[in-house]
Nanobody
Framework: VQLQASGGGLVQTGGSLRLSCVVS????????MGWFRQAPGKEHEFVAG????????SYADSVKGRFTISRDNAMNTVNLQMNSLKSEDTAIYFC????????????????????WGQGTLVTVSS
């Protein structure tokens, strides 16, 4: 399976961006999905995650109420809508996938995910 993230860019504080991650090679419906980010000099940080069915979603406290994760199984895509962006949201954003055990557990750890996209840079200017 391959993951291709896109949609990053430069935006002003308070602006919005929509990231997309296309999954190729297998039907996305079998995967739990997640978005992570890595700011300069920092470790990967969980941002948002969704179970294979979309029935359970989890967000990092830092993005709750501002970011929305969604999936379109027909398009084999998972999206991250980011609103009210802050300078501290500046990072490289990665989408990740793991073959689901068909549970309702939202995985939030880097080690939980076997497949990663290449990352897309989001820069929020103040």
């Amino acid at each position: 399976v391959q993951l291709q993230a896109s949609g990053g860019g430069l935006v002003q504080t308070g602006g919005s961006l929509r990231l997309s991650c296309v999954v190729s090679g297998r039907n996305i419906g079998i995967y739990d999905m997640g978005w992570f980010r890595q700011a300069p000099g920092k470790e990967h940080e969980f941002v948002a995650g969704m179970t294979w069915s979309g029935s359970r979603i989890s967000y990092a406290d830092s993005v709750k109420g501002r970011f929305t994760i969604s999936r379109d199984n027909a398009m084999n895509t998972v999206n991250l809508q980011m609103n009210s962006l802050k300078s501290e949201d500046t990072a490289i954003y990665f989408c990740a996938a793991r073959i689901s055990a068909l549970t309702t557990i939202v995985h939030t750890r880097v080690d939980d995910f076997a497949f990663w996209g290449q990352g897309t840079l989001v820069t929020v200017s103040s």
